[in-house]
């Protein structure tokens, strides 16, 4: 694979993007056309499906110029495999066109996300170089360093905050502006920097908080407003412990906009019948919010704040490109990241470790929902 | 890492519902017209002051990047009447600044390059697995399901340097399986893409795959299509607008991505969000740069959000109203 990669990389980048999305369309009409003719009867088909069965594992790991025994071990697998599909509950051919679906996503789910994900637990107690077992030495680091328990701290501060805030203003947002002339308008101001990359995001709050010397003309547009309200300058991202915050408000920004989106959807669901009985009632506009509108989203309000904490969780981006964990603000990710960086590579997969665990309950509780869900079905 | 994601977590039928019927009111609400006005005064105030907060700091950055460089270090873009004055040198500078192996402008094409297959690669390959999950019988769809769907809140970061030592020595738990990859041109960064995307894609694209009516397949059964049959002719173009908000997702989230990457593409093919970011480190404070570049990286997006801002909005309520 390797000489059809470096061929490829050295075309035009626009060509490459031809080759390689049509060489991969070609693979999935190919796959298509297989499962097609699998459960057909017949001997012709029957050798087709044997020929595809040993050939297509055997091709793939020569294709990616893997060694001679994994590709025998790959092609008598694949001739169990059609053994056993003739044998099928299902007739024959029925299990080859189940693997034909799910093997590719299958195939690079195990190594791409749950071989990786064991590699680094057992990386996180190891040593730097990965060569000796060092038990829970690179946590014990991790928990006795000052500047360390700062890191985890910051990313609290984070989950506490950023979630908080930007569902309280989408949805404060969605509220004001629902069901008004130029509602379309109004939204589109504020999920705008949904689009906008953290990097860019960084970068235009990094213009918004820059700080110039007192006698001199203020360009970060904050500063300006506090120079007119008659203050000082503040760098707002080297003053501990408020930079933090500062960073936050990026996150804010952006998230906002999907809160809004969310909630708003959420907001017009609520039945109109329970708004008017409420009017009837006599109640004013915020009793309407609290006790009708609020209680009749509650669900939605749930997943907006879990999807944005762990957003919030897993931020790296916009302290890696406003501060990157300068004065500190580093958070678990972009610690995990530096470290990396420093050839530190246990302490790096203990930092991800820890951020794995902190999302976990988050994961266990929604496969347990998701679970009861199918099985009402 | 991305700034969204769509709502993909299970909640009940009520809410689903709720949520649904909200959503088809926005969707007349935002591209219908509306009647009535504002609440109250208060309300109008508020949300003018949340709107226009949430505006200032793109637009000013925006204003920024065509004054000349001179302005721009030295007065605010607040004091753009008192200091008149657009260019256009900020963006061809900017295209041409970068480091010693690439330009601002190859990273842009780099980015489109990364972008294009890493968001066609996952989303054909999910859309597989997707319909195997929603139309075919197996023992164990659900328990796999399900560990697909937990697959998508792993964070990336526990995946990253293993995967790079895999391309790098194409060992996996110490057992050679494959020669290195190395790092020839961008198939690192759309492989990780891939294998990054595929949890989520799967999960939503399985919501809408799900939803087409069962005797639409059942007949196309009866009339003897098999499943390569019925994938292709009447899953696919049934699912097309889903398929569309799926992959503006992806879209967005590859082009502004920066930890896959910082990780992934070194070098001559790093995308547009690296090279931004290491300018930002460098010359923090060439604004003139910074905020012409930052431009450059947002056409895309922006462009590609507000044109398809229909779909946006439906694939972002995809999990919590479909499935």
């Known amino acids: ?9 050295t075309l035009n980048p626009w060509l490459e993007i031809l080759v390689i999305v049509g060489v991969f369309l070609l693979v999935v009409a190919l796959i298509l056309f297989f499962v097609e003719i699998a459960p057909r009867s017949g001997r012709t088909y029957t050798i087709v499906r044997l020929a595809a069965c040993v050939a297509f594992p055997a091709l793939l790991l020569w294709f990616l110029q893997s060694y001679q025994w994994a590709i025998i071990a790959a092609g008598v697998l694949g001739l169990l495999f059609f053994f056993l599909d003739r044998r099928a509950k299902g007739g024959a051919g029925s299990l080859f066109q ?132 008659g203050g000082q300058p503040y760098n707002f991202l080297a003053v501990e412990p408020w930079n933090t915050i500062f960073l936050i408000v990026v996150l804010i920004w952006i998230q906002t906009g999907f809160a809004m989106v969310i909630l708003s959807a959420a907001i017009k669901g609520v039945p109109t019948e329970q708004l008017e009985a409420a009017e009837l009632d006599g109640t004013n506009g915020w009793q309407k919010f609290i006790n009708v509108v609020v209680p009749g989203i509650r669900p939605a309000l749930i997943v907006v704040l879990t999807t944005i904490s762990i957003a919030s969780l897993k931020v790296f981006d916009i302290v890696r490109t406003m501060t990157a964990g300068a004065n500190n603000t580093s958070v678990i990710a972009n610690e995990m990241y530096t470290q990396f960086r420093s050839f530190e590579a246990g302490r790096s997969a203990a930092f991800a470790v820890i951020l794995f665990l902190l999302v976990m309950p988050i994961v266990i509780y929604n496969a347990i929902q998701l679970k009861k869900q199918r099985e009402v079905r | 890492m991305s700034a969204v994601m769509p709502v993909d977590l299970p909640i009940d039928d009520e809410s689903k519902k709720e949520l649904a019927r909200g959503a088809r009111r926005a969707d007349r609400d935002m591209f219908g017209s509306t009647k009535k006005r504002l609440t109250s005064r208060w309300a109008t105030v508020a949300a003018l002051v949340i709107a226009l907060l949430w505006t200032i700091p793109t637009f000013g950055v925006l204003i920024s990047s065509f004054r000349p460089r001179e302005y721009i270090q030295t007065t605010g873009w607040w004091t753009i009447f008192e200091n008149w004055g657009w260019t256009l040198d900020n963006y061809a500078t900017a295209l041409q600044a970068g480091n010693s192996q690439l330009t601002m402008a190859q990273a842009f094409v780099n980015s489109f390059a990364i972008t294009i297959p890493a968001t066609v690669i996952p989303i054909s390959i999910a859309l597989l697995a997707a319909y195997a999950f929603a139309w075919m019988d197996f023992r164990g769809r659900n328990i796999l399901f399900i560990l697909v769907f937990a697959l998508q809140i792993v964070p990336i970061q526990m995946a990253l340097i293993p995967l790079l030592q895999l391309f790098a020595r194409g060992t996996i738990f110490g057992i050679p399986v494959i020669e290195a990859i190395g790092s020839a041109g961008y198939a ?34 009866v009339d003897g299509a098999g499943h390569g049959q019925i994938f292709f002719r009447l899953i696919l173009p049934l699912t097309m607008p889903a398929i569309a908000s799926v992959a503006i997702f992806q879209f967005l989230w590859v082009w502004n991505d920066l930890l896959v990457a910082l990780i992934f593409a070194d070098g001559n093919v790093a995308p547009i969000t690296k090279l931004l970011a290491e300018m930002t480190g460098n010359r923090g404070q060439d604004w003139y740069l910074l905020t012409a570049g930052a431009f450059i990286a947002l056409a895309v997006p922006l462009v590609v959000f507000i044109s398809l801002q229909r779909f946006f909005v439906r694939g972002l309520l995809a999990g919590s109203t479909k499935g």
């Open chain 1, 98 to 229: 189940l693997f034909a679906f799910l093997t590719p996503a299958a195939l690079l789910l195990l190594v791409g996300l749950i071989i990786p994900t064991i590699q680094t637990v057992i990386q996180s107690f190891m040593n730097s170089r990965g060569t000796t077992f060092v038990g829970f030495d690179n946590f014990a680091w991790i928990f006795s360093q000052p500047q360390n328990l700062r890191v985890i701290i910051n990313t609290i501060v984070w989950v506490l905050i950023a979630p908080i805030v930007s569902t309280i203003a989408g949805l404060a947002y969605a509220y004001f502006i629902d069901k008004t002339r130029g509602e379309r308008y109004y939204k589109i101001l504020v999920f705008l920097p949904m689009a906008i990359s953290f990097v860019g995001a960084s970068i235009i709050w990094r213009f918004m908080y820059t700080a110039r010397p007192a006698d001199a003309e203020q360009i970060g547009f904050l500063n300006q407003v506090i120079v007119w309200l």
């Open chain 2, 188 to 221: 690192q960064v759309w492989i990780a893409h891939t294998m990054f995307a595929l949890p989520l894609a799967i999960f939503l694209l399985h919501n809408f795959v799900s939803e087409i009516p069962s005797e639409v397949i059942e007949a196309a059964r």
């Open chain 1, 1 to 9: 694979m390797s000489d059809f990669l470096k061929w490829v990389s």
